[in-house]
């Protein structure tokens, strides 16, 4: 028998924790994006895969809480795509949706497009960015084949996930703070 000193969560208050910790990670991520903005390049580097880790990890979080509502499942994995395809087909189809609709003219996406040459549509960003969280935090041991640009630009898909959740679990709204993560 496997004895612990933290035992896990278990039912909603498990749920109403993985969403309240993805939006720490969110947070989080936020904070050392613009921290980065303003640093000289070397330590823009380095907050900027402090960012990507994060956000990677907050978005992962908010896919894993979507899991437990739809089905009582948590995967062990930090792979964004392996997650997404999880979900189920009705979120799958409504969050790809409006991700598709949405992205088009988010800032941070159309600059991805226009200066990195980096498709937006949800699928796209998922093939190139469901492995940063371990890729960022092993940065120093480079990306094997990889020759493009790499950027985290599934922001707006956690936030997405994250309104999915919230659909899901109206009722979790009331344990929302007076100062929701911010925008993106």
Known sequence: MKITKFPSHQGVRRGKFILKQADAFQRASVLALDCALKEAKEQKLHLSLVYGVNAAFAVELYLKCLLLIEGGQV???????????QVSRESRGKITKRHNTLAADHPVLSE????LGIKIDLNSLLEDGQDIFTQFRYFFEGIPDRIKPIGFGLDLFGQIVRNRILDLCPEWLSDESTSPPPPN
């Open 112 to 115: 991805f497009r226009q200066k």
């Open 75 to 85: 995967p062990e994995t930090h792979n964004l795509k392996q997650l997404f395809n």
